[in-house]
């Protein structure tokens, strides 16, 4: 059961915290505890807060920096000894060491106002009876989250369901509630049941520890609805006092339009007309309408199932069981791989044969041998050959027709597959699949427009990198080859380019 530390209520105006909370960086990851800079800390406290009297919930409070500014303030924290701190330093605050997922779902108390910074733990560490919860109390309320959801989705949900009729949200979010799948969720649950919606992108880092950016979320008038949500760029947090209501009204449809990515509201209307104008002639194509785009096969053991040359040759495997593939992205250099390129890695002895063995039939002696070693039976036990069966048979291993990095800086590169290769699952692969052929394939990549597409469909990584998912690849738009780039068009690229460009902070 939540465990409540402490409840008297003094006042506290102008209280500092002079402490942060020193934790392992493992922990630290685990419980996804990155401390908010006081003055957002205190703004957002200003934005929710209209009465002393308000009662304010923080639902993953940590050192508590967002009660400090309000008197009538509760805060749940997962870790016992931030809130022992709280406890300590915030004798006001009414304290709870707990889940707030298990937490929420007992209590009776609703609030005027929630704020805070959630938790950003990502869908491989958010299991086990937390996410349970959260994915339950979200349930109970309508929202529907898929075992991928990072868990600050599920947070921002659970918590909004706590306001009282007419309660105000402010919280900080990662800067992916403008693309990722489970943010769609989020703002259409918020905009079913507040009467306004904010969301605020900020350029600055306002986490210099924290690869991705962070934007902010902002919510008035639980128990209505609204059709529209209002969405700003700020180039840096301020330090004065600022409005979270003041921006561009993206209407619900258009959002919608735009695949509820708010992302795509970043570029300028122009750039975004222009980009519509061409996506929709009837001579465009998606990649995804043309082929098949998605990832290349898991070997489960990278080491045992890539050999060198030299190794393939000592071990006497026959050629008939090892595959040219490419591994990483940094071997999409050019254009196109030939057999020319792939005879240079092998002279380089570089580990690119993949073993490649049949489910049935018997297996050549070699290379029951080499699957009898220590460090073979050792990658048996791995989750994913053990899973398999036989556990040496590596699957979906197909010879796509061309590949595209997952991740690049200037953005990604296409480049066809004339070598017969595989790949690995850390490049995307691609099977042509309605009859365009390679070079047109090639030909249509390299209009200009296709830059601006892969900027709009795919997302930051962190560190100046464009990720692309696979589902964002197939939506990249691959203008008509004899389609005319006016000086017009080729402006609105340009700007459209560079202030994507800008907002992953790539720096050339
Ligand atoms: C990003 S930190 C925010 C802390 C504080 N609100 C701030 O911004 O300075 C996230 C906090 O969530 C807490 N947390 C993680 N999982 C939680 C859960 N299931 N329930 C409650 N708190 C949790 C962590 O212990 C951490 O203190």
Not at 449 to 476: D, N
Request: charged share 25%; net charge positive; proline share 7%.
């Amino acid at each position: 059961m939540p465990q409540l530390m402490h409840r008297i209520v003094p006042t506290v105006k102008g209280i500092t915290l002079a402490f942060v909370l020193e934790k392992a960086p493992s922990r630290r990851k685990a419980l996804g505890s990155f401390y908010t800079p006081e003055h957002v800390a205190e703004t957002l406290v200003n934005w929710v807060v209209r009465s002393p009297n308000d009662r304010l919930l923080d639902p993953s409070c940590g050192d508590g920096r967002f009660l400090a500014s309000h008197r009538n303030v509760v805060g749940v924290d997962l870790d016992p000894a931030a809130i022992a701190t709280v406890a300590k330093e915030l004798p006001h605050a009414r304290v709870y060491a707990a889940d707030f997922f298990d937490w929420a779902m007992h209590t009776r108390d609703r609030f005027e106002c929630v704020v805070g910074n959630p938790p950003f733990i990502r869908y491989q560490r958010f299991s086990g009876d937390v996410r349970r919860s959260a994915l339950e109390v979200c349930d109970r309320v309508g929202v529907k989250f898929s075992s991928l959801t990072s868990s600050w989705a599920p947070f921002v949900v659970a918590a909004a369901s706590l306001l009282k009729p007419g309660g105000r949200l402010a919280f900080v979010v990662p800067a992916e509630i403008g693309h990722a799948p489970y943010a769609k969720p989020v703002l259409r649950y918020l905009l079913s049941r507040f009467h306004q919606v904010s969301v605020i992108a900020v350029r600055e880092k306002v986490f210099p520890d924290l690869s991705e950016d962070v934007w902010f979320l902002y919510a008035d008038g639980f128990g209505g609805e609204s059709d529209r949500i209002t969405f700003s760029q700020w180039d840096e947090f301020p330090r004065k006092a600022a409005r979270p209501n003041k921006g561009l009204h993206v209407s619900r449809h258009e959002w919608e339009k735009w695949g509820e990515r708010l992302r795509s509201f970043l570029i300028s209307p122009d750039v975004r007309d222009a980009y519509r104008e061409i996506s929709e002639r009837s001579d465009s194509v998606r990649l995804g309408e043309i082929a098949r785009v998605g990832i290349g096969y898991v070997s489960g053991a990278n080491d045992l199932f890539h050999l060198r040359p030299s190794e393939a040759r000592q071990l006497g495997i026959p050629n008939e069981f090892l595959r040219p593939t490419v591994r990483r992205a940094g071997f999409l250099r050019r254009g196109t791989i030939t057999p020319a390129i792939v005879e240079g890695w092998l002279q380089r002895d570089e580990p690119v044969l993949l073993l490649h063995l049949p489910q049935k039939g018997r297996l050549p002696d070699c290379v029951m041998k080499y699957l009898d070693t220590a460090s073979a039976q050792q990658a048996r036990l791995g989750y994913k050959c053990r899973n398999r069966n036989p556990w040496y048979t590596v699957p979906d291993v197909t010879v796509p027709d061309a590949f595209l990095a997952y991740m690049s800086g200037l953005g990604p590169r296409l480049v066809l597959n004339n070598a017969s290769c595989a790949c690995t699952n850390s490049i995307h692969a691609i099977h042509l699949t309605n009859g365009l052929s390679s070079s047109e394939l090639r030909k249509r990549w390299t209009h200009p427009f296709v830059e601006l597409s892969c900027e709009i469909e795919g997302h930051p990584l962190g560190g100046g990198m464009l990720k692309l998912e696979p589902r964002e690849a197939a939506r990249i738009v691959l203008p008509s080859t004899v389609a005319k780039v006016s000086q017009e068009l080729q402006a609105a690229i340009s700007k459209g380019v560079t202030t994507l460009r800008r907002w992953r902070h790539y720096v050339r």
